[in-house]
């Protein structure tokens, strides 16, 4: 069974460039969480999803940081514009309930 | 809101030999979920193992299993026979309807 897939793996832009993180669920899971990895900050919680709806974005740095899931089978974080400090790993991780996490891969980005 | 408490930067253990990872936390909620989760080099998060908050048993997976306090409010991680492949960074997590709290990590290494 395919896991949780996030694209790209990697990603180095510039400060001020536009950041599109892309991830597809486990198929039949509902629930769907983004979250940041710092070595400062640890894990984090961004935001997550219920069937499609945005549940809880508390975690959301700020206005710069946008998450969309147009579909069950599709969700972005976009960040614009982009700065140094938002380099991190970032995780999408989903379930099919709203406790443990099956994580992706984690896409690493790097703001110069 | 919920803290996790990992006071184990670091632990080592000789192949073979039982270690024991530590986690604390604490919730005001009384239905929550504890998990424990890996994250080896390659930085995949891995769900090792879950305790429901309202179950008395303490839950095993193969070499893994727990030890839950809950008037203690204490989690701890045991891995039995450990193996090469065990060395990984550990998280302790505590989830409350869709928010997960992760603790800072452990990092173990396994000495052949």
């Known amino acids: 069974d395919a896991g949780v897939i996030q694209s790209p793996r990697h990603e180095v832009t510039e400060m001020g460039q536009e950041v599109t993180l892309r991830c597809k669920p486990i198929?039949?899971?509902?629930?769907l969480f983004w979250y940041r990895q710092t070595m400062m900050r640890g894990l984090e919680l961004l935001i997550y999803?219920?069937?499609?709806?945005?549940?809880?974005d508390s975690g959301m740095p700020e206005d710069r940081f946008s998450a969309k899931m147009p579909n069950a089978s599709f969700s972005t974080l976009k960040i614009q514009p982009s700065e140094p400090r938002d380099s991190a790993v970032y995780f999408c991780?989903?379930?099919?309930?709203?406790?443990?996490?099956?994580f992706g891969p984690g896409t690493r980005l790097t703001v110069t | 809101a919920q803290t996790v408490t990992q006071s184990q930067p670091e632990m080592s253990v000789q192949e073979a030999e039982t270690v024991t990872l530590s986690c604390t936390y604490d919730?005001?909620?009384?239905?929550?979920?504890l998990f424990w989760y890996k994250q080896p080099p390659s930085r995949q998060m891995i769900l090792v193992i879950r305790?429901?908050?309202?179950?008395?048993q303490n839950a095993t997976e193969n070499r893994f299993s727990v030890n839950f306090q809950k008037a203690a409010k204490s989690f701890s991680l045991k891995i039995s026979d450990s193996q090469l492949g065990d060395a990984a960074m550990y998280f302790c997590?505590?989830?409350?309807?869709?928010?997960?709290?992760f603790g800072d990590g452990t990092t173990l290494t396994v000495k052949p």
């Open positions: 198929s039949g899971h509902d629930y």
């Open positions: 919730t005001s909620e009384s239905d929550y979920y």
């Open positions: 997590a505590s989830s409350y309807a869709g928010k997960s709290t």
């Open positions: 305790q429901e908050a309202y179950k008395q």
């Open positions: 999803f219920n069937n499609n709806v945005p549940i809880d």
């Open positions: 991780a989903s379930s099919p309930n709203p406790y443990e996490q099956y």
